[in-house]
C-alpha cells in the first residue's frame, strides 16, 4: 500500500505541471496585449507600460514562466487587478461558500442515488428498470441551469418556501445556512443524480450474477439480506470512482449554480473576474480548482486501493 | 439499433430539428428577429404560439432559428474532437515512446473539469462561436483519446496485428486498416455524446453572459435574457430549455441506443440468447 500511495503521488507530479503549463498559457491566448486589454482602449501608454511590468509581461515568455512556476511553489499567485490583494486572498475569502455547497450537494447525491439505486435493483425485473433509465438518460439532458430557473418558478414564485437567492455564512447559525443552500445544493445534486444511480444500478446488476451472491443465495439467506450485505457492499468499491466523476461534475456546475443563486463563493468570484478581465484572478481560481479536483481524485484512488488490494499490483 | 422504437423516434426528431431550423426562413410565419415593443412580454397565443420575449420578438421562431448555432457548435465539435482524440488515441496506443509524453499532456488536460476548461479558454481568446467551437473542442476530444488509445491497447496483442506486421504493413496501414476499423464502435458512440455535451456545454456558456454574441439568438443566451423576467414571463425561459432538453435526450438515446447494438455484452441480446438456448433445450428434451 505505502509503495502504491508513494507512486500515486508522484504521478500527481507530471500533472500538476501540464496544468499549471496551461493555466499559464491562458493569458498568452489573448488576442493582442493582454494590459491593452485589460485596462481598455482609453488607457495611456504609460499605464500600460507600468501594467505590463506589474504583471511581468515585459520580460521574454521563458522567463515569465519560470517566474510563474517559482511563484506557484512558494505560493504566491501574483495580485488581483481589480481589488489589489492577493489573489491566494481573494480566493480564500470565497472558499467557504463554494466548500458548503459542494458537500451538501454531495451528501444530496449519496442520499438521494443510493436508496433509488438499491430499489431499482430488487425491483429489476419489473417495468420500473426501462421507467428509471428513461428518467436517468433525461437527467443527464437537462441543463442544470434551467433546472434552477425551473425550481427558482416553483419555490421563489409559486410556493415560497425556499430563498431563491443569497448565502448565509454557518457562523451565523446552521438553520440559516442550510435554509439558503438546500436549493441551489439540491440542483447541483440533482443533475449527477441521474448518472451516479445509473452506475450504482451497473455495479450491482454486476456482481448480482456472480458465484458469490448464487453461494449466498443457496445457502438459504433472504433476498433483501442478499441485496444489501452482498451486492451492494461489493458494488459500493467501484462506486468510490463515481464519487471522483461526481466531485468534477460539482466543480464544474458549482460556477453556474453560484452565479444564478447569488452565492458569493469561487464559482461567482471566477465569473466576476471573467467580467472584469482580473486575469490574475482567473488563473488562480481555474488552477486552484484543477488542483482540487487532482487531489479529490488522488485520495479516491488510494481509497480504492485500500479497499481492492487487487489495484495496488497493477 | 433500428428495431427498437425509441431509436427511430429519436433520429427522426433529430432530423426534425435540424429540418426546421435549416429552412426556418422558408416557413415561420412571423420573422424571429422583427421587433415591436407593443407586443412585449405576451403569454403563448393562437399568434404567438411560445409567446413574446422582452422586445416583442416571436419566441416560437427564435427558438428554432436558435437551433443552427446549437446543432453547429455540435456538429463541429463532435467532429473535430473525434478525429483530433482518435488520431492522437491511435499514435500513443501504437507507439510506446509518444505514448509517456502524450498521455501526460492528455492527463494534465482532463484535470480540469470540461467547463471550467472551456470557460477560462473562451474567456481568453473572447467569446465568437468559432472561439468557443475551439474552447469545446480542448474540453471533450481529452476524452476521446483516453477511449481510443485503451481501444487500441486492448487489440495491440491480438493476432491478426501481428499477422499484419509480419507480412510487411507499413504502421499507418496497420493503424488504419486493421486498428481503426476495430475500434470504430466506441468511437462513434462517444462522439454522440460529446455532441450532446456540446450543446449543454454552449449553452451554460451563452447563459453565463462568456459565449455567443448576445444580439444571436441562442437557447442559452434566450435563457440568460428571460431570467429576470422569470416570474412575470415563465414561458420565456420555459420553452428554451424544453428546446434543449429534447435535443440533448435525443444525442443521448442515440448514444446509447449505437452502444447496445455495438457491444456483444448489452443485456438485450444476453436475454434473447438465453431464451433461444431455452427454447433449444425444452425442444431437445421433448417439449418436457
Known amino acids: 500500500m505505502l509503495q502504491y500511495t508513494i507512486r500515486r503521488f508522484i504521478s500527481v507530479i507530471p500533472v500538476m505541471f501540464i496544468v499549471s503549463v496551461i493555466v499559464f498559457l491562458l493569458v498568452h491566448l489573448t488576442p493582442g496585449n493582454p494590459a491593452y486589454l485589460i485596462l481598455g482602449e482609453d488607457s495611456s501608454q504609460e499605464s500600460i507600460k507600468q501594467l505590463e511590468q506589474q504583471l511581468g509581461l515585459d520580460k521574454p515568455i521563458v522567463v515569465q514562466f519560470f517566474d510563474w512556476i517559482k511563484n506557484i511553489l512558494t505560493g504566491d499567485l501574483g495580485q488581483s487587478i481589480y481589488s489589489s490583494e492577493p489573489v491566494t486572498q481573494v480566493i480564500f475569502d470565497r472558499f467557504g461558500p463554494t466548500f458548503s455547497l459542494m458537500l451538501l450537494s454531495l451528501i444530496f447525491i449519496l442520499v438521494i442515488s443510493i436508496p433509488i439505486a438499491i430499489f431499482v435493483v430488487a425491483m429489476r425485473k419489473t417495468i420500473l428498470d426501462p421507467i428509471f433509465l428513461t428518467i436517468s438518460l433525461l437527467g443527464v439532458s437537462i441543463p442544470e441551469f434551467w433546472f434552477a430557473i425551473l425550481l427558482v418558478l416553483a419555490f421563489g414564485v409559486t410556493f415560497p418556501i425556499f430563498p431563491v437567492a443569497g448565502y448565509a455564512p454557518i457562523a451565523e447559525g446552521v438553520f440559516s445556512w442550510l435554509y439558503y443552500l438546500i436549493l441551489p445544493a439540491f440542483v447541483l445534486a440533482a443533475v449527477e443524480v441521474g448518472l451516479i444511480a445509473r452506475m450504482l444500478r451497473d455495479g450491482m446488476l454486476e456482481s448480482i450474477n456472480q458465484d458469490y451472491t448464487r453461494t449466498v443465495r443457496a445457502k438459504g439467506v433472504r433476498e433483501s439480506t442478499v441485496l444489501m450485505k452482498h451486492v451492494f457492499a461489493n458494488a459500493l468499491i467501484p462506486t468510490t470512482t463515481v464519487v471522483g466523476t461526481a466531485v468534477a461534475g460539482l466543480l464544474g456546475g458549482t460556477v453556474i449554480i453560484e452565479t444564478l443563486f447569488t452565492i458569493p463563493g469561487i464559482g461567482q468570484l471566477l465569473i466576476d473576474s471573467i467580467y472584469r478581465r482580473d486575469y490574475p484572478v482567473i488563473q488562480g481560481v481555474v488552477l486552484i480548482i484543477s488542483a482540487i479536483y487532482v487531489l479529490i481524485n488522488l485520495l479516491v484512488d488510494l481509497l480504492y486501493a485500500f479497499l481492492d488490494p487487487r489495484i495496488r499490483y497493477d | ?288
Request: net charge positive.
Open chain 2, 1 to 288: 439499433m433500428f428495431k427498437k422504437k425509441r431509436n427511430i423516434l429519436a433520429l427522426s426528431l433529430l432530423l426534425l430539428i435540424s429540418l426546421a431550423t435549416t429552412t426556418a426562413s422558408l416557413w415561420l410565419p412571423l420573422s424571429p428577429a422583427y421587433i415591436d415593443p407593443s407586443q412585449r412580454l405576451l403569454s403563448p397565443s393562437e399568434t404567438y404560439w411560445f409567446g413574446t420575449d422582452d422586445f416583442g420578438r416571436d419566441l416560437f421562431g427564435r427558438t428554432i432559428v436558435a437551433a443552427r448555432v446549437s446543432l453547429l457548435v455540435g456538429v463541429v465539435v463532435s467532429l473535430v474532437s473525434t478525429v483530433l482524440g482518435t488520431i492522437v488515441g491511435l499514435v500513443s496506443g501504437y507507439y510506446k515512446k509518444a505514448d509517456f509524453i502524450l498521455m501526460r499532456i492528455i492527463d494534465g488536460m482532463l484535470a480540469f473539469p470540461a467547463l471550467l476548461l472551456a470557460l477560462s479558454l473562451v474567456a481568453a481568446l473572447g467569446g465568437s462561436i468559432t472561439n468557443i467551437i475551439i474552447a469545446l473542442t480542448f474540453a471533450f476530444f481529452p476524452v476521446m483519446t483516453r477511449i481510443v488509445r485503451s481501444a487500441v491497447l486492448q487489440i495491440n496483442h491480438l493476432q491478426y496485428i501481428e499477422a499484419a506486421k509480419t507480412t510487411g504493413a507499413s504502421d499507418i496501414v496497420i493503424l488504419l486498416r486493421y486498428m481503426l476499423p476495430n475500434v470504430l464502435s466506441p468511437i462513434i458512440v462517444q462522439g454522440t455524446f460529446i455532441f450532446a455535451k456540446a450543446i449543454l456545454a454552449e449553452a451554460a456558456l451563452s447563459f453565463l453572459g462568456v459565449g455567443v454574441n448576445p444580439s444571436i439568438p441562442t437557447w442559452g443566451n434566450m435563457l440568460q435574457e428571460s431570467q429576470i423576467y422569470v416570474t412575470i414571463a415563465p414561458w420565456f425561459s420555459i420553452f428554451p430549455g424544453i428546446a434543449i432538453v429534447i435535443t440533448v435526450l435525443t444525442l443521448n438515446i442515440l448514444g446509447d441506443g449505437i452502444r447496445d447494438a455495438f457491444d456483444p455484452h448489452s443485456t438485450n441480446r444476453k436475454k434473447k440468447r438465453f431464451l433461444r438456448r431455452r427454447n433449444q433445450d425444452v425442444t431437445l428434451n421433448g417439449g418436457s
